[in-house]
């Protein structure tokens, strides 16, 4: 079993490696191993698996309640793009998310988003928001852990994001604002925790827009706390 946050599972948390690369390879093993477990609910998050796991319910797994979680904001992520994806995840929806128990979503917003592109094919009464949960105590705990990265020991203020580094995250757009700050304000340092497929290209536009030498791009961290208890602005 591999992954970021594998560690963070409680050990009375029983997991199965399903061992493929990709989700679509999984399917065969997936029908297997729910047939095996015999869930009462199934559980799904991201908008391929929603749509895989509606797919199999509909021909395998009729009898299996499925709950789906819907983040994604179609009204940013689709926009301009001409893929299949953006293609064919709409028709997708509009076939599938209906044959959901629930869908739920993490914020207002997106439920709202959501409805604009989607609301006519979804019975209403199916969709609701739930927030991510927060867990108070556990993050006091790691904002104490101590920090050795060398980015803290100077004096220059720190501002701090954190998520994954796509487009959907606008950090284009913090880079241009960087920009701006640093003619007024030199003594500042952005540290940008996480990883993505556009790790290259913001790095790349960093150095266009003149503020390689005030951004730092330090990967994942497994405990982002510390570091936005001990910035300046976050």
Same mark, same amino acid.
């Given at each position: 079993k591999t992954g970021e946050y594998v560690s963070f599972l409680p !050990?009375?948390?029983?997991?199965?490696? #399903?061992?493929?690369?990709?989700?679509?390879? !999984? #399917?065969?093993?997936?029908v297997k191993l729910i047939r095996k477990i015999k869930p009462d609910i199934i559980f799904s998050t991201l908008t391929h698996m929603n749509i895989i796991t509606l797919l199999l319910k509909s021909l395998f797994i009729r009898n299996i309640k499925v709950i789906v979680r819907e983040a994604t904001i179609f009204s940013i992520a689709y926009k301009n793009l001409n893929n299949l994806k953006a293609k064919f995840f709409p028709f997708f929806i509009k076939l599938l998310y209906n044959k959901a128990n629930k869908i739920v979503f993490p914020s207002k917003g997106m439920l709202e988003d959501f409805r604009i592109f989607f609301g006519r094919y979804i019975e209403e009464a199916k969709m609701l928001v739930i927030p991510n949960p927060i867990d108070i105590r556990k993050i006091n705990e790691l904002k104490n852990e101590s920090i050795d990265e060398k980015e803290f020991?100077?004096?220059?203020?720190?501002?701090?994001?954190?998520?994954? #580094?796509?487009?959907?995250?606008?950090y284009r757009y913090l880079l241009d604002a960087i920009s701006l700050i640093v003619r007024e304000v030199d003594n500042i340092k952005l540290l940008i925790l996480g990883e993505g497929k556009d790790r290259k290209f913001l790095e790349e536009?960093?150095?266009?827009?003149?503020?390689?030498?005030?951004v730092c791009f330090c990967g994942f961290k497994p405990n982002p706390y510390k570091y936005?208890?001990? !910035?300046?602005i976050f």
């Open positions: !050990s009375d948390i029983e997991t199965f490696d #399903l061992r493929v690369n990709h989700v679509m390879f !999984s #399917l065969p093993k997936f020991k100077d004096e220059a203020k720190k501002i701090i994001a954190v998520g994954r #580094l796509s487009k959907e995250k606008g536009y960093a150095k266009e827009v003149g503020v390689s030498k005030y936005i208890a001990h !910035s300046d």
